[in-house]
């Protein structure tokens, strides 16, 4: 998502340890100046909040899981039509 958003800052909002487990809630955000898979740039700015979760074995990142919403996202770039009756 770099090339689509250049500008992106990860901040960490809060983050704890356990044993061999990291988690951070954190959030991510910039501009959409790039396509971001089939959706042209919009120019507008994203704000996302995410959570993660790393596994660490012998001093190194094993593995990772990343969650975070992207109909919140999509509705701040403009790429969600609002819902009607």
Not at 31 to 54: E, R, V, W, Y
Not at 63 to 70: A, K, Q
Request: net charge negative; aromatic share 10%.
């Amino acid at each position: 998502m770099d090339s689509a958003v250049p500008d992106s800052v990860q901040t960490i909002d809060l983050i704890f340890a356990n044993d061999e487990y990291v988690a951070m809630k954190a959030t991510y955000s910039g501009t959409q100046n790039g396509p971001m898979g089939p959706f042209p740039a919009s120019g507008k700015k994203l704000m996302l909040p995410f959570i993660g979760i790393l596994r660490i074995e012998d001093g190194k990142v094993a593995e990772i899981w990343v969650e975070w919403d992207n109909l919140y996202a999509f509705g701040q770039l403009g790429l969600l039509q609002p819902l009607t009756n």
